[in-house]
Nanobody, 125 residues
Framework: QVQLVQSGGGLVQPGVYLTLICASS????????VGWFLQAPGKEREWVSC????????VYAHSVKGRFTIARGTVKNTVFLRLNDLRSEDTAVYFC??????????????????WGQGTHVTVST
């Protein structure tokens, strides 16, 4: 069974950082492209970042470029998203995703094969 399990997240003050982890169950996440999306309250899910299947390319949405970092974790079959300099507008549920039928990064949720369960990130004073 293809499954993505997320951890991390929480309630933090502006300016601090968080690290979100995405781990696979039932398949090797290390050989696939992995992306992150977020869904802010009352809004549609939007693409945040993607790491290519061979780790040679990372892409970011303009709103997070320079603040967020996506990379393979030190633990096998994990990917993390480091969220630096968090702002109130980063408050959202964050989802990792992959598609084991396709090795490519895509900013479209229509191309997603499997979603993680979602992780809440709340940035507030």
């Amino acid at each position: 069974q293809v499954q993505l399990v997320q951890s991390g997240g929480g309630l933090v003050q502006p300016g601090v950082y968080l690290t979100l982890i995405c781990a696979s169950s039932g398949f090797a996440l290390d050989v696939y492209a992995v992306g992150w999306f977020l869904q802010a309250p009352g809004k549609e899910r939007e693409w945040v970042s993607c790491l290519s299947e061979n780790n040679d390319n990372t892409v970011y949405a303009h709103s997070v470029k320079g603040r967020f970092t996506i990379a393979r974790g030190t633990v096998k079959n994990t990917v993390f998203l480091r969220l630096n300099d968090l702002r109130s507008e980063d408050t959202a549920v964050y989802f990792c995703e992959t598609n084991i039928s396709d090795y490519l990064c895509s900013p479209s949720s229509n191309d997603v094969g499997s979603w993680g369960q979602g992780t809440h990130v709340t940035v507030s004073t």
